[in-house]
């Protein structure tokens, strides 16, 4: 299965929409309750926020562009959401990441303590970015596939995957 979307993670007991305003997208009103596949489907309307224990995680097929749909000059983010993730990551780990086979763009993003200390970006197999020191949970995945590396890599730094597939996510619009 190919995706086409990004997902935030961050491990916090903030209410939803409070996030969302802490992360630049303000408007936002609970309109209903979405399933796994449309969480993370191509053709979701809104964010998709599921929490589970400690930790939120939120989808999002626009790639958390907002209204203004200009894309980042290089990285995983616009400057404004890259900035909130790191003034976030000073509080509780955040992990980021893209995931566009239609694009062939993979790319995650890792932040503590106030920094982004781990950026992974490719396009069509080329490494565009690749910062900071492999994270431990790197170094234990076995899939070779980028997009199943990502996935993992998420399901090793938050919740595991049986869970994030078998979650109830709050669509915020």
Do not use: K
């Amino acid at each position: 299965m190919s995706w086409n979307t990004s997902v935030l993670a961050l491990n916090t007991t903030r209410h939803a929409q409070e996030l969302l305003a802490e992360l630049g997208f303000p408007n936002t009103d609970l309109e209903t309750e979405v399933d796994f596949q449309e969480a993370g489907s191509r053709t979701l309307s809104g964010m998709a926020v599921g929490r589970f224990d400690d930790w939120i995680l939120i989808w999002d097929a626009h790639f958390f562009l907002g209204d203004t749909q200009i894309p980042p000059a290089h990285g995983l983010w616009s400057e404004q959401l890259e900035e909130r993730l790191r003034r976030l990551s000073r509080d509780l780990p955040v992990f980021g990441a893209v995931l566009s086979g239609a694009g062939g763009t993979y790319g995650f993003a890792y932040y503590e303590h106030g920094a982004r200390v781990r950026a992974h970006l490719a396009v069509d197999d080329e490494v565009l970015l690749d910062e900071g020191t492999p994270l431990p949970a790197e170094q234990t995945l076995s899939e070779e596939d980028e997009e199943q590396r990502i996935c993992a890599l998420l399901a090793a730094l938050s919740v595991p995957w049986s869970v994030i597939e078998a979650g109830r996510y709050r669509l915020y619009g």
